[in-house]
Antibody, heavy 122, light 111 residues
Framework: QLHLQESGPGLVKPSETLSLTCSVSGDSMTSNLYYWDWIRQSPGKGLEWIAS???????YYNPSLKSRVTISMDTSKNQFSLKVSSVSAADTAVYYCARRTDYGDYEVFDFWGQGTLLTVSS | QSVLTQPPSVSGAPGQTVTISCTGSSSNIGTGYDVHWYQQIPGTAPKLLIH???VRPSGVPDRFSGSKSGTSASLAIAGLQAEDEADYYC???????????FGSGTKVTVL
C-alpha cells in the first residue's frame, strides 16, 4: 500500500525559504502513470494546488506561485521536495504531498500524505 | 475565493439523501474537464471519493454517487450515516488558470 509522508520545519520566519520533503513508500515513483504533487490548505484559501513533477523530468507550477516555487525529485531516495522562497504569513498552511494518477482522459489525486503544518512567523 | 463554488454546508437526518453542488465555468467544468470529489474528516487528509465524474474507487460505498452536467457537478450521499460527517471538496482543471482547481468545500452535518 502506498504511503506518503511529509516532513518540514514547522516554523519559518518571514522572507525565508521553506523546504518540504515527501517520502514515498510502497510503490515506485518511476511509473509513467504517476505525477507527484504538492497541495496546501489554509483557512483563508481552502485547497490550493502548488506544483507537480514527473519522473521524466517535467515540472508544472501554479502560475500564481511559480515565481517563488521549485519542485524536485530524488528517485534514488524515493522522495520529492518543495521549496518556497520569500515566504509570508499568507504561506501559513497545511502542506500535503499527493500522487496524481493519469487515467487517460483525466488525472486525479488518488493518494495523499497526512499533511504537515507550516507556520510563517517571526 | 475558490474557482469552483460549493454551498458552505448541508445537513440531513440519518437515512436521508443530501446533494452537494459544484458550480464552475466555461474554463473548467463547462469545457469538458472531469470533476473529482474528496472527503475530508477534520484533522485528516482528503480522501478520494469519486473520480471521472461518476467513478467510485474500490472501498467507497455505493451510497456515494457523482454526476456532471454543463458547468456544474453534484455529489449525492444516500442513506446518510453519522460517519459521513465531513468536509467534501470538488476538483477539476482550469485552462484559463492553467492548473488544478478545488471547490470551496461543503461541510456535511448529520442531524
Amino acid at each position: 500500500q502506498l504511503h506518503l509522508q511529509e516532513s518540514g520545519p514547522g516554523l519559518v520566519k518571514p522572507s525565508e525559504t521553506l523546504s518540504l520533503t515527501c517520502s514515498v513508500s510502497g510503490d515506485s515513483m518511476t511509473s509513467n502513470l504517476y505525477y507527484w504533487d504538492w497541495i496546501r490548505q489554509s483557512p483563508g484559501k481552502g485547497l490550493e494546488w502548488i506544483a507537480s513533477i514527473h519522473y521524466g523530468g517535467s515540472t508544472y507550477y501554479n502560475p500564481s506561485l511559480k515565481s517563488r516555487v521549485t519542485i524536485s525529485m530524488d528517485t534514488s531516495k524515493n522522495q520529492f521536495s518543495l521549496k518556497v522562497s520569500s515566504v509570508s504569513a499568507a504561506d501559513t498552511a497545511v502542506y500535503y504531498c499527493a500522487r496524481r494518477t493519469d487515467y487517460g482522459d483525466y488525472e486525479v489525486f488518488d493518494f495523499w500524505g497526512q499533511g504537515t503544518l507550516l507556520t510563517v512567523s517571526s | 475565493q475558490s474557482v469552483l463554488t460549493q454551498p458552505p454546508s448541508v445537513s440531513g437526518a440519518p437515512g436521508q439523501t443530501v446533494t452537494i453542488s459544484c458550480t464552475g465555468s466555461s474554463s473548467n467544468i463547462g469545457t469538458g474537464y472531469d470533476v473529482h470529489w474528496y472527503q475530508q474528516i477534520p484533522g485528516t487528509a482528503p480522501k478520494l471519493l469519486i473520480h471521472g465524474n461518476t467513478v467510485r474507487p474500490s472501498g467507497v460505498p455505493d451510497r456515494f454517487s457523482g454526476s456532471k452536467s454543463g458547468t456544474s457537478a453534484s455529489l449525492a450521499i444516500a442513506g446518510l450515516q453519522a460517519e459521513d460527517e465531513a468536509d467534501y471538496y470538488c476538483q477539476s482543471y482550469d485552462n484559463r488558470l492553467h492548473g488544478f482547481v478545488f471547490g470551496s468545500g461543503t461541510k456535511v452535518t448529520v442531524l
